[in-house]
T-cell receptor, first 113, second 111 residues
Framework: DTGVSQDPRHKITKRGQNVTFRCDPI?????LYWYRQTLGQGPEFLTY????????KSRLLSDRFSAERPKGSFSTLEIQRTEQGDSAMYLC???????????FGPGTRLTVT | AQSVTQLDSHVSVSEGTPVLLRCNYS??????LFWYVQHPNKGLQLLLK??????LVKGINGFEAEFKKSETSFHLTKPSAHMSDAAEYFC?????????FGAGTRLTVKP
């Protein structure tokens, strides 16, 4: 069990640029979640996958955001035309099944200048 | 929809004294409840979880929490704080796949 990994750990981008983050879950976990955490707040749910199927998306996930998990393993989260309000920590978590412990990665900190 | 309120944004204790971090929840169903800890520059780590079994739940590092349905509370306690307990703590309520995090409580431990 190597844990959940995320890449990159930090990303600084200019407003209007596109960014993509990667999450590698624990290998036997079939559920993968994305959250966003802003300073002084708890993580907010964005979306989750069961295997390769994206089952739910939060209203926080605007049209500029897209997530994929093509082979049911790693996942990517892309933000197009970034805005300063997108600056946050993006967290990935995985679990075996619903209501089981979600294991979190270290997060990707995005700064949009 | 479910929600969670952490009643203190910041708690400060002296090393060796008890810790109490308060959490109230709202849920239409029988929820699952969790406490997570977040150390600086580290990922969230599960401390303990309640899933309709025993109401007193023991977790890692000496933490425990008691589920009180009548009070809709799930407060986190530890008898004796250690310097390494200084971190951000999140109470979480879950209905199925939908996990809602509280805003967090920052615990400071003074020597």
């Amino acid at each position: 069990d190597t844990g959940v990994s995320q890449d990159p750990r930090h990303k600084i981008t200019k407003r209007g640029q596109n960014v993509t983050f990667r999450c590698d879950p624990i290998s036997e976990h079939n559920r993968l979640y994305w959250y966003r955490q802003t300073l002084g707040q708890g993580p907010e749910f964005l979306t989750y996958f069961q295997n390769e199927a994206q089952l739910e998306k939060s209203r926080l996930l605007s049209d500029r955001f897209s997530a994929e998990r093509p082979k049911g393993s790693f996942s990517t989260l892309e933000i197009q035309r970034t805005e300063q309000g997108d600056s946050a920590m993006y967290l990935c978590a995985s679990s075996r099944v619903v209501n089981y412990e979600q294991y979190f990665g270290p997060g990707t900190r995005l700064t949009v200048t | 929809a479910q929600s969670v309120t952490q009643l203190d944004s910041h708690v400060s204790v002296s090393e060796g004294t008890p810790v109490l971090l308060r959490c109230n929840y709202s849920s239409s169903y029988s929820p699952s409840l969790f406490w997570y800890v977040q150390h600086p520059n580290k990922g969230l780590q599960l401390l303990l979880k309640y899933t309709s079994a025993a109401t007193l739940v023991k977790g890692i590092n000496g933490f425990e929490a008691e589920f009180k349905k009548s009070e809709t509370s799930f407060h986190l306690t530890k008898p004796s704080a250690h310097m390494s307990d200084a971190a951000e703590y999140f109470c979480v309520v879950s209905e199925g796949d939908d996990m809602r995090f509280g805003a967090g409580t920052r615990l400071t431990v003074k020597p």
